[in-house]
Each structure stands twice: as C-alpha cells, then as structure tokens.
C-alpha cells in the first residue's frame, strides 16, 4: 500500500517536519510505500487565482501543476495531512492546497439538478495536527470539535473521503517533543490497518 504525506511548515527543521518524517518512517516499518509532499519546499503556490475559478465553473482544465498534485493523491491508498494548527485551522499553504486540488468534478461533481456526487470515497484520510496548546484549552473552548466540524465534515465529507484518524498531537506535563515524534511513528505504523482500530480522537 502507498500512503501520500503532505506537510505544511515553512520551516524544514519543524516539528512539524519531524512528525511528518517519522509518518513516513512508520508506514515504511510496517512494509508500505509513502511519498513526502512538503508544499513550503516545493513551493506550492495556494492562491485561488482566476484559472481555478474556472475550473470551478467547469469551464476550463486544472493546470498543470495542479494536476500533478491530483496525480499524486491518485497514486495514493491513503492521504495524510501533517499540520500545525494556525489560528484552529489549517495553515493557509495546506488550506489552498485542499482549495486548487479538492475541486469540482475531481473531489466532487456539482450536476445540474443540484446533487452532489461525492467522488473519494476510496481514499481515507489521516489527520495530525500540531496544536500549541494543551488539550484542556482545546476541551474547554470545543476548539477541536470544530476544527473536526469545518475539516472532516466540510472538506472530506463533502468529497466522500472516510476519515480514519484525526489525531491532535499537544505539549503536554507527560508529553515532550520526542514524545510527540515517537507517536506519530505509531500513526504511520497504523495507517493502513483496519478503519475501527485505525481511528482516533
């Protein structure tokens, strides 16, 4: 099987990085393939420009660099997104990434009468997310519900996309760095087990 990690941190040296990477290690211990998409380093642009709009309205095709991308998650029997949280959210490079990439008639089709054809119901989706606060703060201001709302239901449901994982990984009084990077060793190594013991709060 062939998991496709994106991760978004303009910084290379990260924690960010660093989780992404042990994803990748962990799906390799477990005998799977990956590819590592780092958008900062390739330079993704995820500025919704005017081609996209039209693209939108089914108007004209996806560019080339976005349909290479597309290529890339075709390839892939799972995607995961490895983020740091800005302001509960993704950051903008991975939010306009989801925005030139996911679109109509490839992620999903608009039809005329209305209906909504959810077209990626074979590709599960894992999230980890970096947060810079502890889980009570997340808790407490339902923080992560709604990040889990805006993303698992308003992208991926949207699309079909069955997410499988939706891991929150935070500095803790238990939980340094190292621990964080060792957990996501464990995600990678999980990916491709079956959904019911594959997902995660």
């Known amino acids: 099987m062939h998991g496709l990690i994106v991760v978004s941190h303009p910084l290379p040296g990260s924690l960010t990085g660093a989780v992404a990477r042990q994803v990748a290690a962990g799906l390799e211990q477990a ?44 390839r ?3 995607l995961v997104l ?32 209305g209906t909504v054809v959810r077209k990626l119901g ?17 808790a407490r201001h339902g923080y992560f519900g709604a990040m889990r709302t805006q993303i698992e239901h308003g992208i991926f449901g949207y699309c079909g996309a069955p997410v499988r994982r939706s891991e ?21 190594r999980a990916i491709f087990e079956p959904a019911s013991s594959a997902r995660a709060a």
């Not at 993704?44 to 597309?70: G, I, K, S």
């Not at 983020?83 to 089709?109: C, H, M, Q, T």
């Open 122 to 138: 074979h590709l599960p989706i894992h999230l980890v997310a970096i947060g810079g606060a502890d889980l009570r703060t997340y």
């Open 82 to 113: 490895v983020y740091p949280v800005y302001w509960w959210s993704f950051p903008a490079l991975l939010k306009g990434w989801i925005d030139r990439v996911f679109v109509n008639g490839w992620a999903y089709e608009e039809t005329p009468d």
């Open 31 to 74: 005998g799977h393939s990956f590819e590592l998409a780092d958008l900062a380093a390739e330079g993704f642009d995820p500025r919704f420009n005017p081609n996209d709009v039209a693209v939108h309205l089914r108007q004209t095709v996806v560019d080339p660099v976005v349909a290479a991308e597309q290529a890339r998650v075709e």
């Open 168 to 188: 929150l990984l935070v500095p803790g009084e238990a939980r340094d760095a190292a621990e964080m990077v060792a957990a996501a060793e464990r995600v990678g």
């Open 76 to 78: 892939a029997d799972a």
